[in-house]
C-alpha cells in the first residue's frame, strides 16, 4: 500500500489504453448510428410547417390505447393517489403475495401496476410495446430496472462499507471530507425518499462488472428494438460510492477556492460561467495556500493558458488544476477557512486508486457498445453527494466520445441551487472544445431525501426553496441551451418532464427560436405510464418523443414500481389532469359506442 502520484490525465490515458475485457476494439471516432442526427443546419432544406399539439384532445392522445388500457390507467393512477393505500402499500404486497401465492400475484401485478409502468421481463418480450409506440410516433429508452432487493440491515451495511475507503475502515486514517460527502448511518439506505430511481449498492468490484454487463445486455437490447434508440445507466452501479464520494469532495473543494478568490476579487454573486479572475491575485492566493511554489505557478499560467485577456475563468481553472496537479495533490484540497492545503485523507491506496481508473473504463466499455449499437447513452443524475463526480466523469466520456454527434447524453437536476452555472459550464466547455453537447434536463427525483439529509446532518439544502424557483430554473436552463442550439446543429437536449407548463414553453422557444423537429436536436421524454396525454400528441405531430422503458421480473422491479407510485402522489404536478383526461376519454368513447377501439 503506498501514497500514489498519478494525475487525472494520466488516468485518463490508462482508461483509453485499457479498456476491460468485455470491450470491443478501442474506436475513438464512434460511427453514426442510424437514428443520427443530421449534421446539417437548420434551414438547409424545405420543411413541412410545424402542426400544432393539442394535449387536451383525448381522442387523438389516447388513439394508441385499448379501451381497458386506459382504465388501468385510471385505476392504478388513482391508487397511487390514496395517501392511505401508499403508505401501507409494502405490507399489502406482501400479504397479497402470501394469499396468491407467486403466480397468481405475479398475474395479478402484471394486470395492474407492473402492466402500467413496466414493458415486460425481457429483451424479447418488450419488443411489441416498444414497436407498438414507435407506430404511434413514440421512441424508447430503456431501463433495465432491476434492483438488488435488500433488507433496510443489508443496505446499511453494504452502504456504510462501501462508501467508507480501506484506511478509513480500519481506522488509520481520518476522513478531512466534509460531512456532504460522508456516509451517515441515518441515511444508510439511500432509498428512502427516493420516488424515481432505481438504486444500486456497489459493494465489490465484481459487483460492478455485473452492472455493467447488464447495461451492456440492456444497450443490445435498445439497438436490437429500435433504430434510434437510447438506453439508461446510473453510474452509481458502476464505481464503489466511496470513491464517487471522495472524488465529489475534491471536486466541489477545488470549485469553492474558485469562487473563494472570486469574492476576494468583489466578483461574488455572478454566474460561473461570466466569472473572471484577475491572474495575478489568483496566483497570489495559489502561492499562500501552498498549492504551488511561485516557481511553478509561472509556468502554470502562460500566454497559452491564459490568451489575450490575462483573466482566467472556471473552466480554464478547472484544466489547470487536471493538468497540473498530482493525484495525490488532488486529493489535498485547499482550506478556505484556515487558508492551508489540506490533504483530504493522509493516504490513499493503491487499489482505491484501481478503483478510479475501472469506473471511467467501464463507462468506456458502455459508450463503446453504444457507438456501435447506434443507441445513446443516457447517464442518470443521482444524489448530490455523487454528482459532482459522476456529471466529472461523464464529461470525460463525452469529450472522447461526442466527436461527431452527440452519442453521451449527461443529465442536469434544476431543482439544484447551483444547476444554471452547472449547465452554461458544460455548454461553454463544448463549444471551447469542440465536442457535441448533449444533454437531459429533469427538475430532480431526490428532493425529499436531499433535504432531510441536509436537515440532519448540517450542510445547506442544496434544493431550491421553492418548486416555482425550480420550474424558474428549468426554464431559464432550457432556455440557454435552445439558444446554443440554434447556433450549433450538433448539440441535443432532451426535456425529460411531465410537466405541460414545460412542454409548452420549449415548443414556444423553438418556435421563435427556429428550430424544426425534423432538425431532431430537441427531444422530449417521459416514462413509461406516466402522461401519455403529453407524449403522444407530441410524437404524432413529429417531435422526437421517448418513454423511460423499464423491464424486469416482476419480482425484482417491485422495489422500484414501489416508489414510482410515490412519485404520483404528491411530487407530480400534474397528476390530478392526467386522471381527468383519462376518465374524459373513457366517458366520451362509451357514449360514442367506441368502446372497443382498435389501435390503427
Ligand atoms: C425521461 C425521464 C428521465 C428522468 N431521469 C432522471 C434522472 O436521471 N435523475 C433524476 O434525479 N430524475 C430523473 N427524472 C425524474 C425527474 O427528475 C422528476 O422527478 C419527475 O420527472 C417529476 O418532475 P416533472 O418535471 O416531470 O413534473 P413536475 O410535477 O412539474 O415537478 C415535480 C418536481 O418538481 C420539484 N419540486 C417539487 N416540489 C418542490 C419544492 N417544494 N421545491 C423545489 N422543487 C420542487 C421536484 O424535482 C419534483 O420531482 C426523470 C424523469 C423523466 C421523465
Redesign the pocket.
Known sequence: MGLRRTSWVQLYALCRRAPLSTAPAAREQPAAGPGAEPVCGPGETARPPVPAVDFGNTQEAYRSRRSWELARSLLVLSLCASPALLARHEQLLHLARKLLGQRLFNTLMKMTFYGQFVAGEDQESIRPLIQHNKAFGVGS?LDYGVEEDLTPEEAERTEMESCSSALERDGRGVSKREKQFQAHRAFRDRRDGV???RTYFCASEAKCDSHMETFLRCIEASGGASEDGFSAIKLTALGRPQFLLQFSDVLTKWRRFFHHVAAEQGKAGLAAVDTKLEVAALQESVVKMGIASRAEIEDWFTAETLGESGTLDLLDWCSLIDSRTELSRQLAVPNTQTGRLEPLLSQFTEEEERQMARVLQRVGVLAEKASQAGVRLMV??EQTYFQPAISRLTLETQRRFNTERPLVFN?F?C?LRDAYDNVSLDVELARREGWCFGA?L??????AQERARALEVGYEDP?????E??SAVYHRCLDYVLEELKHNARAAVMV????EG?VRFTLRRMEELGLHPADRQVYF???LGMCDQISFPLGQAGFPVYK?VPYGPVMEVLPYLSRRALENSG????AQRERQLLWQELKRRLCTGSLFHQPA
Open positions: 429508452i420516488t424515481r430511481a442518470d443524475a443529465t437536476q431543482y437531459k429533469v427538475r430532480g427525483a431526490y428532493m434544493i431550491n426553496p421553492t418548486y424557483a425550480t425529460a418532464s411531465h410537466n414545460t421524454g417521459q416514462l423511460y411530487v407530480m404536478k400534474g
